[in-house]
């Protein structure tokens, strides 16, 4: 609980901070005062100021955002002498600049951070995939257990090389979303003998990336041998006479492919009408035996399922995935670019009732994968980083009052017109947009809940 709450309030704080930086340091360079700089909103429990001229820094107790004050004639009478550098007197085009730069300080962010991840790189997963789910859409298509993904393209025409598993990930989702159909290049682990199968996202009937959008594709996850490890004393494994180190050869005359096919077999046990003991046959230092294993039923839910008390599966293979820092750059901006656009479009669809609003998450679920990310690595918790900034930088954009989205319509508005949106306007615009806000909090929160319940 502890990490979750630190990892949170880290990724919170630097998102905020980023964001504000970027409005506080356009304004300054528009020759505008900055009153404050605040981390937080409620009470100041933190306060630095050098002169009684200069921009008041504070950490405040609710540390759920934070704001900018400038000088401004609506929020207070401005000295003649320092009616220069009031915010509402400056021309349209640099109000515009400094309410856009915090977005945009949010999505420079995401890019350093995409950037320096490609760059120094890290070992992943090979894109060598396990056995699929049976009968899902992958299984249908032909894909077997030890399918290397060397290409994949979405239009079936511009290919992008794959590397890593994990550069599956975003393609899978963009296809879901877009119910698309994904082209696949594939070959055996050495490269060798290539083939190409197509998965018409169409067939899941959503456009929700979910869970069980995911099942029904049923894509393999990656490949791990089908390898016994740790063994529990006393468990089922124990008791069959298997050691770490087997290697599973068959289960009842089936050949195993995989840990993910392996595990089936064990799981599935349970569910046998007569749940009899399983003939294996594994390798162990080049001599092949044959063990009788009879499988625990244990209750995992309401599902009665098999377990043998002993890790299974070997690691997966791994590469290391790093890029010259052009290309890091590159990869950089396309990968924001990306996520920015795909989160654009799935607020637009649960506006329009396309998509669920159930995809709306708050603090609770952030920080359980802040937390989650921590424990991964440095790595991923950047990468979870990078992907917050570009929501945060989307969300401010929408064009809703109280957000910098909305102040960017007043002003086009003002650019259209030639004159400013009214007080009267603006009062009523403002009242609408808090509890507009409140309502997507509350909506977040209940979201946050359901999950943590199990109930979503």
Request: neutral net charge; proline residues 5%.
């Amino acid at each position: 609980m502890l990490l979750e709450v630190v990892a949170f309030v880290v990724a919170l704080g630097v998102l905020i901070l980023v964001h504000e930086y970027g409005h506080f340091s356009v304004a300054r360079a528009c020759g505008v005062k900055v009153l404050r700089f605040s981390l937080g909103f409620g009470r100041v429990i933190w306060r630095r100021q050098r002169t009684a001229e200069s921009t008041e820094f504070t950490l405040s107790a609710l540390p759920l955002g934070g704001y900018v004050r400038m000088l401004d004639e609506r929020e207070g009478p401005v000295p003649v002498e320092q009616r220069g550098q009031a915010f509402n007197l400056k021309p349209l085009r640099q109000r515009v600049a400094i309410v856009a730069a915090g977005p945009v300080a949010n999505f420079l962010l995401a890019i350093v951070l995409f950037t320096s991840l490609a760059w120094m790189g890290q070992q992943e997963p090979l894109a060598l995939l396990g056995t699929p789910k049976p009968g899902g859409l992958a299984e249908r298509a032909g894909m077997r257990a030890g399918d290397r993904v060397m290409a994949i393209a979405l239009d079936g025409r511009s290919w992008q090389d794959i590397a890593s598993a994990a550069e599956l990930q975003w393609p899978v989702i963009e296809a879901i979303t877009e119910q698309s159909v994904l082209s696949l290049q594939l070959a055996d682990a050495g490269g060798h003998g290539r083939r190409e199968v197509r998965l018409d996202m169409a067939e899941l009937g959503t456009r929700e990336p979910d869970l069980a959008a995911m099942t029904r594709l049923g894509l393999g996850g990656p490949l791990r041998e089908p390898v016994i490890g740790e063994v529990a004393p006393g468990g089922a494994a124990a008791q069959a006479g298997l050691q770490a180190g087997d290697r599973v050869l068959d289960v009842d005359g089936r050949m195993v492919a995989d840990a993910a096919q392996l595990i089936g077999s064990i799981r599935a046990h349970a569910q046998a009408p007569d749940a009899r003991a399983q003939q294996w046959r594994i390798e162990r230092r080049g001599q092949v035996l044959s063990l009788t294993v009879t499988p625990a039923v244990v209750e995992e839910g309401a599902v009665r399922i098999g377990r043998i008390q002993a890790l299974v599966g070997s690691a997966p293979q791994t590469v290391l995935v790093s890029h010259p820092l052009d290309e890091a750059l590159f990869i950089g901006v396309r990968k924001t670019w990306e996520q920015s656009w795909m989160t654009l479009k799935i607020f637009g669809r649960m506006l329009i009732g396309q998509a669920s609003l159930k995809n709306l998450s708050g603090p609770i679920t952030i920080a359980d994968a802040a937390g989650q990310a921590a424990r991964v690595g440095l790595h991923q918790y950047l990468s979870l980083l990078a992907m917050l900034s570009v929501g945060l930088g989307v969300l401010n954009l929408l064009p809703l009052p109280m957000l910098d989205g909305g102040h960017l319509m007043y002003y086009l508005f003002e650019g259209l017109s030639g004159r400013p949106v009214s007080e009267w306007w603006l009062e009523r615009l403002q009242r609408a947009g808090f509890f507009l806000m409140l309502l997507m909090m509350a909506l977040a929160l209940s979201n946050d809940v359901t999950r943590k319940l199990g109930l979503h």
